[in-house]
C-alpha cells in the first residue's frame, strides 16, 4: 500500500510564487521516478515535470525557467519549487511516483493563479 499526500497549493497572484511538496509512505522500497502533473478544467491531466532517481529533469515547455523539481530520496518526497506563476498554470496538481514499474498517485492540490 503506498499513500502520496501533496501540500503547498493554494491562491496566488500572477507572477508569485508556490511550492508544493508530496510526501510518500507505505511500500515504497525503489522509487523511481517521481513528478508532478496537472489537470485544468476541461482540459486533459498534462505532465509538468518529472525527476529521476539519479536527479535527472524534464520539464514540460510551458514551465521551463519557471518551475523547478527536486526529490530528497531519503525522506521520499519530491517537492515542485513555482515561480512567475501565470493564470494558465491554474489546475488541480497531481503527485506521482513510480515503484517498480507501477504508478501511483495523489489526490492532488488546487493551486489558482490570478490575474
Known amino acids: 500500500q503506498v499513500q502520496l499526500v501533496e501540500s503547498g497549493g493554494g491562491l496566488v497572484q500572477a507572477g508569485g510564487s508556490l511550492r508544493l511538496s508530496c510526501a510518500a509512505s507505505g511500500s515504497i522500497f525503489g522509487i523511481n521516478t517521481m513528478g508532478w502533473y496537472r489537470q485544468a478544467p476541461g482540459k486533459q491531466r498534462e505532465l509538468v515535470a518529472f525527476i529521476t532517481r539519479g536527479g535527472s529533469t524534464n520539464y514540460a515547455d510551458s514551465v521551463k525557467g519557471r518551475f523547478a523539481i527536486s526529490r530528497d530520496n531519503a525522506k521520499n518526497t519530491v517537492s515542485l519549487q513555482m515561480n512567475s506563476l501565470k493564470p494558465e498554470d491554474t489546475a488541480v496538481y497531481y503527485c506521482?511516483?513510480?515503484?517498480?514499474?507501477?504508478?501511483?498517485w495523489g489526490r492532488g492540490t488546487q493551486v489558482t493563479v490570478s490575474s
Open positions: 506521482k511516483i513510480n515503484v517498480y514499474f507501477k504508478d501511483y
